[in-house]
């Protein structure tokens, strides 16, 4: 079965840290590029990060303004794993997080993804 299983999330005071874990099944994990994606309550879901192995350019990484210099993105594509590691957490940081695999080269990052994770809870306490 194709899929990707977020875990990792949890509660954790301002200024903490977290590491979230993206796993993959079922597919050929080299050839996607992995986002990680948010939803607030209340709010539109939005992009966090990206990571994507591409042929021509090597490893390429980008980071939304908000997260950027706190967020750190890294891939174990032995393991098929895909992590986010999180520093200097705040309260608005706080959201269900989300990885998803893009198969689209067109651009980087992408816009369209194939394959959703089922999401995990990150709460940031002030």
């Known amino acids: 079965e194709v899929q990707l299983q977020a875990s990792g999330g949890g509660l954790v005071q301002a200024g903490g840290s977290l590491r979230l874990s993206c796993a993959a099944y079922?597919?050929?994990?080299?050839?996607?590029?992995i986002g990680w994606f948010r939803q607030a309550p209340g709010k539109e879901r939005e992009g966090v990060s990206y990571l994507g192995d591409l042929s021509a350019t090597g490893t390429m990484t980008y980071y939304e303004a908000s997260v950027n210099g706190r967020f750190t993105m890294s891939r174990d594509n032995a393991k098929k794993v895909v992590y986010l590691q999180m520093n200097s957490l705040k309260p608005e940081d706080t959201a269900v997080y989300y990885c998803?695999?893009?198969?689209?080269?067109?651009?980087?990052?992408?816009?369209?993804?194939?394959?959703w994770g089922q999401g995990t809870l990150v709460t940031v306490s002030s």
């Open positions: 079922g597919f050929s994990f080299d050839d996607y590029v």
């Open positions: 998803a695999a893009s198969s689209d080269s067109r651009k980087f990052p992408p816009e369209l993804y194939d394959i």
